[in-house]
């Protein structure tokens, strides 16, 4: 027998849940580095106005679809036309790909997390190697990584096998306040070091001249992708969760509650990380060196409370990363449920999202053993597995989908389509001209500008530079 799909109990739980989604990596590593090093208070005002005429247009979309169908990413994309399947079919492929890695990096927090809550209790002494080294050597010991993404992956099979709003509803509506909270703990500890105000600088001094010349394209296509990855657009996630939504919810409310929430977590995120890095004299950074080595350094040199705080950040990183890829999990497991009923078939949740994650685990194995390109295994198109998984979902599929998506709303779906489902149960779609504007100008120029700057930044192109 098959089960019913289920449904969010509160919006507060599909808020908690769609948050949970937007934050992730992207904010932590991604934002603080790209806004310091783009411009600051610029790069900020170009991230915004993305948000308003792109990122509240792309959301809203990915909700009314969703709700709209009632269904996950294929079948949502086949309600509007058979044809548009493949809109659908580039999500899964781009849900997949993400998950293949996000999830080895799901378990590098996993290890930071657990290393530093034994250094609480031997004094920091898993740490005497320095943090480079100690970051090369973990991630160099392929049985350790592998061992600990199947952790991760098996921790986050447990939440979604639990339903909606048993499993995700459930662990997010507590994973997200208190990430909140961790959050704000290691901001009120980073701002008060000594020196801490040379990383506030970094971060918000606006340097205007970045806009110079052409210099504004090139930061604008980096603010676009940060937008758009950061708001877990362009793949399964968004729509699944949207047609788990109650409809008597606001879908427009919702699509500016989730980014306007997202963008101020990544804003705090940079208030923990970046003037931490500065108060100890180290050099700002992004990605991975950011996360297990710079900020791994700031713990190792903050004395006995350092694996303290280095515990809450890495467990909060922790929360971050699962919360997101539960969403995406559930996106690809969600499509799958909904192919068997399309077909009158019978089906087990447990069945398809076990077989689900162990696939996602399986193809995490190549990230897992890579050490990020240092090991030994071949190099797919000359890029470390990461960063091919990467190339796949946010270099391309990502923001095709999202690009080919607002041009059907746009062009195709028109307003009165999407207001139809909006203004179910007394809700109004104000400000109708505005949102026809995004849809039919701002947001497919503004994805197709990111698509073509995402290329050249994977490709090091250099169209925008
Ligand atoms: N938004 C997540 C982040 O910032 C990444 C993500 C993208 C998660 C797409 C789910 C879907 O890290």
């Given at each position: 027998m098959s089960e019913s799909k289920g449904q969010f109990n509160s919006n507060f739980g599909f808020i908690m849940a769609s948050v949970g989604s937007a934050v992730g990596l992207g904010n932590l590593w991604g934002f603080p580095y790209k806004m310091g090093t783009s411009g600051g208070g610029a790069f900020l005002l170009l991230y915004v106005i993305v948000v308003i005429f792109v990122g509240f247009a792309v959301t809203l979309g990915e909700f009314t679809i969703g709700r709209k169908a009632g269904k996950g990413v294929i079948e949502a994309y086949k309600m509007i036309g058979k044809n548009y399947a493949i809109v659908g079919v580039f999500a899964i492929i781009a849900a997949i790909s993400l998950l293949s890695f996000y999830c080895t990096l799901g378990a590098y927090c996993m290890k930071y997390f657990a290393s530093n809550f034994v250094a609480i209790f031997t004094h920091g002494g898993i740490f005497e190697a320095d943090a480079t080294q100690y970051f090369n050597d973990f991630i160099s010991n392929g049985g350790v990584v592998v061992a600990f993404t199947a952790i991760f992956c098996i921790l986050n099979l447990v939440i979604i096998m639990g339903g909606v709003s048993g499993g995700i509803e459930k662990f997010t509506t507590i994973a997200m306040p208190a990430l909140f909270i961790m959050l704000i703990i290691v901001i009120i500890k980073s701002i008060s070091l000594p020196g801490s105000s040379a990383g506030l600088e970094f971060m918000f001094k606006p340097d205007m001249s970045v806009f110079a010349g052409t210099g504004w394209i090139s930061i604008l296509a980096t603010a676009g992708g940060q937008v758009f990855f950061s708001l877990s657009l362009g793949m399964a996630a968004m729509i699944t969760y949207g047609s788990y939504l109650?409809?008597?919810?606001s879908l427009v409310k919702n699509s500016i509650i989730v980014p306007v929430a997202d963008s101020l977590v990544a804003i705090m995120a940079g208030l923990a990380v970046m003037p931490a890095v500065f108060a100890m004299g180290l050099e700002p950074a992004g990605g991975p060196g950011l996360l297990f080595i710079t900020l791994q350094t700031v713990f190792n040199d903050m004395g006995a409370v350092g694996p303290i705080f280095g515990f809450v950040l890495y467990f909060l990183v922790f929360i971050a990363a699962i919360t997101s890829s539960i969403s995406v999990l559930e996106g690809v497991s969600s499509a799958w449920i909904d192919a068997k009923v399309a077909k009158g078939q019978d089906y087990s949740r447990k069945k398809i999202t076990s077989i689900v994650t162990g696939a996602v685990f399986i193809l995490n194995l190549p990230t897992s053993l890579d050490a990020l390109g240092g090991g030994s295994l071949p190099q797919p198109l000359g890029f470390c597995w990461l960063d091919f998984y990467d190339l796949l979902a946010e270099g391309i599929l990502m923001p095709l989908g999202s690009l080919i998506m607002v041009i059907i709303i746009g062009y195709k779906l028109h307003m009165d389509w999407m207001a139809e489902e909006i203004e179910l149960e007394g809700n109004k779609m104000g400000a109708k001209g505005f949102w026809n504007f995004c849809y039919k100008v701002t947001a497919p120029i503004g994805m197709l500008f990111i698509l073509v700057g995402q290329i050249d930044s994977f490709f090091k192109l250099g169209i925008f530079s």
């Open positions: 109650s409809k008597k919810e």
